[in-house]
């Protein structure tokens, strides 16, 4: 599940005083139940009673483990406030769940359940993700709508008459635990919005529609929204995505590639971007390891907060020659094809892990954001992010999950913790990490050391 498609603020009348700092008030669905044509959208909602002025930071969890981003919605005035707080959550199959509300300031403190049942009449999905969201909003009722501003001269009304997205990014995210099929999930990402709230137009790259995402007025800086969710097969046969922004300049997103449904066409293949110069493959891994640990880590961090990616040098065949990127490049180097998964694990286990000698001399070799030393089979030195790490930190490590295993030279990664099991293939992450860099620097190659 991703969650939170519309959630809403809005100032409820008749505040009354109030006993304790923050007072939630009855939780409500609409609707409590349905039984009909799916997908369908339930609302659900809550009120919080607040002492105003105050900036409250919330979010929705719901039962299946999932929660929102966390949000902030800004109370002014004086005195006692109530707040509506809301999230649309489109359930696309048969469900049963329950979601609460997440106070994380001024104090911390959970709503009740609001609870919902959804029966899909005809032939409505009913296994995996059934419920799906496109956005996130906060906006309180006390400030009135802007009205619109008519269009230019010339211009039609459905078309934008400025560049109001200065980046568009996307993020892979698979739902099903298999290769393929499979259904994953497109997140994207809009930097550069002017204030207030908006609609953003996008459409895959290709189609005809175009659809629309509404952007509240709290945007921040990025605004990030689950805008597909697709399914492929070896029918399908795509292995590429990316979405372009209805604006007068025709942005486009990063490209995301996955190569586990089909094959690439022979437009693909004959680039994936450039390296900008030779990116060597060591005895113990070295640059070609450390850009690959990059890409996995690029590919799984925005949804899964993973903090570092490992990599084995393990299947690695031959550098990467300078210039264009081919298919065939890819596939010799790294062939393997598997997907990314997120475990934590401490800092003390991550050492033990790190220290282990491997019988060929190869490293775990990791991504920019760790550096490590090794002496007389000890970790001696390890930082993340520049940071020394205590044995007591938990830290999420991204890694393909035959090497969790303890099958590509490296120990099994017992008493580690799963947190993320969407990641695309190997393969495909690098091709999606060239392309977005091109033409792609080699690392130094320096981020381990052995004394």
Not at 6 to 22: I, K, Y
Not at 291 to 302: I, N
Not at 318 to 339: C, F, M, N, R
Request: proline content about 6%.
């Amino acid at each position: 599940m991703a969650v939170v498609a519309l959630a809403s603020c809005a100032f409820a009348p008749g505040a009354q005083a109030a006993p304790n700092p923050v007072v939630f008030g009855t939780a409500s669905a609409s609707p409590k139940t349905h039984t009909g044509v799916c997908p369908k959208t339930v609302t659900l909602s809550t009120t919080v009673k607040v002492k105003a002025p105050v900036a409250l930071k919330y979010a929705w969890i719901f039962s299946d483990g999932d929660r929102s981003g966390t949000r902030t919605y800004r109370v002014g005035g004086k005195g006692l406030k109530t707040v509506r707080l809301s999230t649309s959550v489109k359930v696309t199959g048969d469900a049963r769940g329950w979601g609460a509300v997440r106070l994380v300031s001024p104090v911390k403190k959970t709503s009740g359940k609001v609870s919902f049942a959804v029966t899909c009449a005809g032939e409505g999905q009913t296994i995996g993700d059934v419920w799906d969201s496109v956005a996130t909003s906060a906006e309180g009722a006390d400030t009135p709508d802007a009205p619109a501003t008519p269009p230019p001269t010339g211009q039609d009304d459905d078309k934008p008459a400025q560049n109001p997205v200065r980046k568009a990014a996307i993020v892979f995210e698979r739902t099903t635990a298999s290769k393929c099929p499979l259904t994953f999930k497109v997140h994207g990402y809009f930097e550069g919005l002017p204030a207030g709230a908006q609609t953003v137009q996008y459409r895959l790259v290709g189609a005809q529609e175009w659809k629309s995402v509404n952007v509240p007025a709290d945007h921040g800086e990025v605004f990030t929204a689950v805008l597909e969710t697709l399914e492929w097969d070896w029918e399908t046969d795509r292995t590429s995505v990316q979405i372009e922004v209805r604006q007068p300049n025709g942005l486009r997103s990063n490209i995301l590639y996955y190569f586990e449904c089909g094959s690439p066409s022979d437009s693909e293949r004959a680039g994936f971007g450039a390296t900008a110069e030779k990116i060597a493959l060591t005895a113990a891994g070295g640059p070609l390891v450390e850009l690959v640990a990059d890409a996995y880590l690029d590919a799984v961090q925005a949804v899964s907060g993973a903090q570092v990616a490992l990599v084995s040098r393990y299947g690695f065949r031959t550098d990467l020659d300078a210039g264009p990127v081919t298919y065939d490049e890819l596939y010799v180097a790294q062939p393997a094809g598997l997907a990314i998964d997120v475990h934590s694990m401490t800092g003390a286990q991550l050492k033990k892990l790190l220290a282990y000698k491997n019988p060929s001399g190869w490293v775990l070799t990791p991504s920019a954001s760790l550096r490590y030393t090794v002496k007389d089979g000890a970790v001696t030195e390890l930082t993340l992010n520049g940071a020394p790490v205590t044995d007591t930190q938990v830290i999420k490590i991204a890694a393909n999950y035959i090497l969790m295993g303890g099958w590509q030279g490296f120990p099994q990664w017992e008493g580690s913790t799963g947190v993320y099991h969407g990641g695309p293939d190997d393969r495909g992450a690098l091709a999606s990490y060239i392309s977005k860099n091109s033409p792609v620097k080699a690392p130094k190659g320096d981020r381990v050391t052995i004394r």
